[in-house]
């Protein structure tokens, strides 16, 4: 507080005129529901008391801003009211808006281009292990970001921000994209979900081969020819590659049949992205959390 003019006016009824110059700090709580395009009203409660017509009294003039500007909050206007037409109920009404370009460029514009590269990712193969090793990259590097921002975020309050909503269905919307890739991909290479080995290798498929000859020669004995016993070792290689053969036609069709599946999921999520995307939209401009700012006064 300072004095405008260290002179008093006294006049003849007993009235004083001093003129004070006060700054003053103000906390407002303001909602943060639509950050970072928020904007909102902040009351300021200017009054003082007389008691039997014995005291001070306020007289408002002009209201006008001096600095308009403070960080990332802009006033774009001051109005002055009364509570329920009481004189002792003054308060400032100041509008506030949030500069959203900061905000915007260093938090929300990161999540949507982590999701944009999971949409991506769906075009990487399955059987080639270079999917599920993106994604998981995608989810740390997620998980990491939001570490490192998580002092930036603005609190709870009465509204909460929807900006926290949105960081949670990214991150769960990654990780379920992560685990059905994963899924999709044991599908691909082993037909089951279940535990199950790796497919069997060539030499195991040779030794089956071999081990279905001996037991054919221990059940039955045949006499064979030279021309037969020539041919013994050559009969062995065709059933070989026939198993091989129907091996890798149960491989493409586990392929085809996961690949199916997955254009199926991917058709599913890029339809609920678009659908999160207007739900997100509606709720960041075309919906508020109504707080009364006059509390204080019931």
Known sequence: MKHGNKDLLVHSNGTIEHMVIMNTVVGCEVNLYNYPFASDFCPIAINVWAISGCGMFLNFGAVSTTSANRGDWLTEAVELNTKGGRGDRNYLWVLLKMRSENPFLSLVLP???????????????????????????????FIMFLNILKDLLPGGGQCSPIIRKHFCFCLVILVLSTLQSMVLTRLAKC?????????????????DT??????????????????????????????????????????????????????????IYLTVLIIYSFIILFFSFGSRCEIDHLQFWH
Not at 122 to 134: C, D, M, Q, T
Not at 238 to 246: D, R, Y
Request: proline share 4%.
């Open 191 to 207: 037909g089951t979900l279940r535990p199950c080995s790796l497919s069997k290798s060539k030499e195991s498929l040779l030794k």
């Open 210 to 267: 071999d081990n279905e000859e001996e037991s054919k020669s221990g059940i039955t004995v045949i006499k064979l020819n030279a021309s037969e016993e020539e041919n013994t070792p050559f009969q062995k290689v065709v059933k070989f590659l026939n198993k091989m053969a129907a091996q890798d036609q149960k491989k493409v069709r586990r392929h085809r049949f996961a690949n199916k599946v997955d254009l199926i999921c991917f058709c």
């Open 111 to 141: 999540s949507i281009l982590i999701i944009l590269a999971d949409v991506g990712s769906f075009a990487l193969p399955l059987g080639e292990s270079k999917r599920i090793p993106f994604k998981v990259k995608l989810v740390l590097s």
